[in-house]
């Protein structure tokens, strides 16, 4: 995976700068009650569609001007920051400001479809500041990088609609894994599956199980009782899953596979779609909103 460049290695949950990943090291997993039986297949994929339709001649025309002067777009914007607007030009490894505030782009169009359909449960994401604090993974203690640490994060759920997470359709948690690549864990919370999607295709068996250990140090917390682990199944990202054929598109791929999950369609896109898709993240952002259908 192509490398981008080294930032901070200390923040807060508020910060929108670079996060850093260091060694996934000390795995203090899976949880005690995980048992392997909670191991499941995820279930099949639906036939390709497109991710979004095409964007209009004057669309395409103003995202072609953004990426000519990403400085001048940013500025214009006011949405993000000069540095994080350039990681959306073509052949550029996504930086994580882009990938946070676009995601608040689709959870703000989950919400107010939420609001007008009563049976519709809300979803929510969480920034991938969420992993990196539950799993100390930038910890400059070595001693505590990569450990378990539910008390790091257990406020976090105050921001997600209702303050339950258990309340939710789908919660969604990007990751950042070493600087390097990104994926996302997705907690379909009514169906108790907690589902890797990774474009690489490669193993995410830590984050599955940290996932399921937060859920069950969060059902003690807020429902004061123990979650039925055993009731969850845990699929790893199949051969099915959309993979990239570079080593710069990830966190395209990761804002795609939420996007069509929100929308409760099946990630059946490919390489060829990502460009576009660049395009249509860039188009949002300069304008503070998602682009019609």
């Not at 946070?100 to 519709?120: G, K, N, P, T, Y």
């Not at 860039?282 to 998602?290: F, M, P, W, Y």
Request: hydrophobic share 35%; glycine share 4%; aromatic share 10%.
């Amino acid at each position: 995976m192509v490398q981008p460049p080294p930032d901070l290695t200390r923040y807060d949950d508020n910060d929108d700068t670079d996060s850093v990943g260091m060694s996934l090291a000390h795995q203090d997993m899976p949880p005690s009650d995980s048992p392997s039986s909670l191991w499941a297949a995820s279930p099949p994929h639906a036939p390709p569609q497109r991710l979004h339709k095409p964007l209009t001649r004057v669309q395409r025309e103003r995202t072609r001007e953004a990426w000519a002067s990403p400085e001048l777009a940013a500025g214009r914007s006011n949405n993000i920051s000069p540095r994080a607007f350039h990681s959306l030009l073509d052949g550029t490894w996504l930086q994580d400001e882009a990938i946070h505030r676009f995601l608040r782009l689709l959870v703000s169009r989950d919400a107010f479809q939420a609001s007008l359909i009563e049976a519709h449960r809300p979803s929510f994401a969480f920034t991938s500041f969420f992993m990196t604090q539950l799993l100390n993974m930038g910890d400059l203690d070595p001693t505590v990088q990569g450990s378990y640490s539910y008390s790091n994060i257990q406020r976090w759920s105050r921001r997600v609609p209702g303050q339950d997470v258990f309340a939710l359709d789908k919660l969604f948690l990007p990751v950042n894994v070493n600087r390097s690549h990104w994926m996302v864990i997705v907690a379909f919370m009514q169906e108790q599956r907690i589902q890797a999607y990774n474009s690489a295709g490669a193993t995410n068996t830590w984050f599955l199980q940290a996932t399921l250990r937060y859920l069950a140090d969060e059902h003690q917390r807020v429902h004061n009782r123990a979650l039925p682990v055993r009731d969850w199944s845990l699929c790893e990202s199949t051969p099915a899953t959309p993979t990239q054929l570079n080593g710069y598109d990830c966190g395209v791929f990761t804002c795609a596979f939420i996007d069509c999950l929100l929308r409760n369609d099946t990630p059946t896109f490919s390489q060829e779609d990502m460009t576009q898709y660049r395009r249509w993240i860039t188009l949002s952002l300069l304008e503070n909103q998602l682009p019609i259908g």
